[in-house]
């Protein structure tokens, strides 16, 4: 044969073979599925029983029961380290005072109007102020803050997303105290994130990750100031004093849980290395009556679909383990600013350097049943595997369909991304975020009800191939040249 067509006919021939391969890895995830089963789980976490899943509620730990549960069915293994299937997180929660007032000369701040008491002990009397640039550590360089309330900028220069806002101030309370001042007040200046909108969200019950060890909390207070006259007063001396009325503050520590496990890969090598596999299993829990008089936010949609999805792959490989490890999470409180995933991306149960990837799963809804979008599509290596497996299943991937919502960092993926670890989210088909996905976004109306179900079974499978794909493929994946996490990957990997 001539030596031109004996490689064409091997190429075709490996290509043939290639294709077989995919194929009954797509019909063995077809015959192994159990769709009733699965419902039967989607129902369940949707359900009116949970009351919505808020973390500070007790019915949460009857979901992280339920999922521990499933885990442990479907024979993933306990990870050393964890209370069985769960990280346990301190977490702090923090009500609104029953009055919060801060009287600067003239002016009188007022909670929930300009003015958000988000931690810290109730808190009265006449207190010197300091202000402290953006409050970090090079700011206090020559400052004398003893027994003084400091004034910061809220944020960060290089911080100024929503989550980055609260989070910032976390590190910022925390070193403020050790300081030995006795409040901090951050300065609201960030006009691109309405104060109003601000305000809805955090004068209300807050949850946060305990990191007091113990110890009381000093006041953490936030004061809008778009225009920084009255941080420029105080800073000036105009201002060296406030008089604070803080009242009926109330505090107190509950434990949280992720939901974690993992079942060991097949290759000698690579099952030294896992694929995180994630989704949060919270939701936002009891809110205000809707027309029908519903008051349950079961969010089915964000995100029972997605936490079903992890079950499911845990289900799968724990039948057919892939080359690589699998890491099995199911985090709470991401609904609470990404608290879950945050304390285990700081607290890792597995070194996160043998974490080659994240495909985590977070939602808000759907308004197109032939695609899968995939937030973070186009800045991975892996990125092919994950087309190549939705295809299969009849679907088509698509990148961010919106990013003026900032997507990426608003969910459990960016706490990974941001040590290094390739981290798209898999989301449910969206072409923009429209009125169709708005409806039931945060929403009584979030219900397995309303939800296409034939869609959330590809959904579950193409999930589940992309992931196979992910944890059997012989190359390690890599940010693509030039994204903003690909130096920290680098780092992390020991790639430099």
Known sequence: MNKKYFSIALLMLGFSFSECIAQSKKTEIESNFKERESISHFRYLASDELMGRDPIRPEIDAAARYIAEQFWKYGAKEITGADGYYQNIPFRLSAPPSKGEVHLGDSIYRQGDNLLVLDGPSFEGKHALIVVGYGLESDYENKDVMGKVVVTNVGA?????????????????????????????????????????????????????????????????????????????????????????????????????????????TDPALKDEYVMLSAHYDHVGVGKPNAEGDSIYNGARDNAVGTVAIINAARYFAEHPPKRSILLCAWTAEEKGLLGSGFFADNPLIPLEKVVYNLNIDNAGYNDTSIISVIGLGRTSADPLIEKAVAEFGLNAISDPAPEQGLYDRSDNVNFARKGIPSPTFSLGFTAFDEEVSKHYHQASDQVDNFDLEYAVLYWKSYILSALYIANWDQKPVWKAGDKYEEVGKKLYGLD
Do not use: C, H
Not at 172 to 193: D, F, H, Q, R
């Open 157 to 265: 220069p290089n911080r100024l997303s929503p989550a980055d806002l609260f989070a910032a101030g976390r590190e910022k309370l925390s070193l403020a105290k050790s300081k030995g001042a006795i409040g901090i007040i951050e300065i609201y200046n960030v006009p691109t994130v309405p104060w109003n909108l601000v305000s809805n969200f955090l004068n209300r019950t807050q949850l946060t990750v305990d990191n007091t060890a113990g110890e009381q909390s000093i006041p953490y207070i936030w004061l809008k100031d778009l225009n920084n006259q009255m941080i420029n007063a105080i800073g000036k001396g105009t201002y060296s004093s406030a008089d604070f009325q803080i009242m009926g503050k109330v505090n107190k520590s509950i434990i949280g849980k992720n939901v974690v496990a993992i079942i060991e890969g």
